[in-house]
């Protein structure tokens, strides 16, 4: 698999019948389904799940979602998604970046990218990462390449 950057976190999925809309290719909000689905799993690895965001009162919500689909995906196929973490001011944001293969032809289907605020869960404003949200998506910090 040809990946944009180094040290990728991988989701495998195969397609569902019920991901497929009425143009016969996966309906985008799976695509949308997918890149939360990573994005928790990535970050219950770095010990950032549910039950610790709800300990710290502080939560990373989407602020702004980029999605450029490049290719469709279908019933039955076995595809890869990749994330990375390409920002994080260690005060209130930190950005996201996905890559949605097909290994079967090493076809690169999307390219994403979500940039997350942190929020305190009880009142829903802005407050700034706990030391330990830093510490964990600053550890696996990717830098991005020059027009990537």
């Not at 709800?54 to 980029?66: N, P, T």
């Amino acid at each position: 698999m040809q990946w944009d950057l180094t040290s990728p976190y991988i989701l495998h999925i195969e397609v569902e019948d019920s991901a497929i809309d009425d143009y016969g290719h996966v309906n985008n909000i799976e695509y949308l389904r997918w890149i939360e689905a990573i994005s928790w799993q990535h970050s219950a690895e770095l010990g950032l799940d549910l039950a610790r965001y709800r300990e710290l009162d502080r939560g990373m919500a989407v602020h702004r979602h980029e999605l450029d689909y490049l290719a469709p995906a279908l019933a039955g196929e076995r595809l890869a998604l990749a994330t990375w973490i390409v920002a994080c001011d260690g005060r209130l944001t930190l950005t996201r970046r996905f890559q949605l293969c097909r290994p079967a032809d090493g076809r690169t289907l999307l390219r994403a990218r979500t940039r997350f605020a942190c929020i305190e869960l009880s009142s829903g404003r802005p407050r700034r990462m706990p030391a330990e949200y830093v510490a964990g998506y600053g550890s696996v910090l990717v830098e991005e390449k020059d027009g990537s």
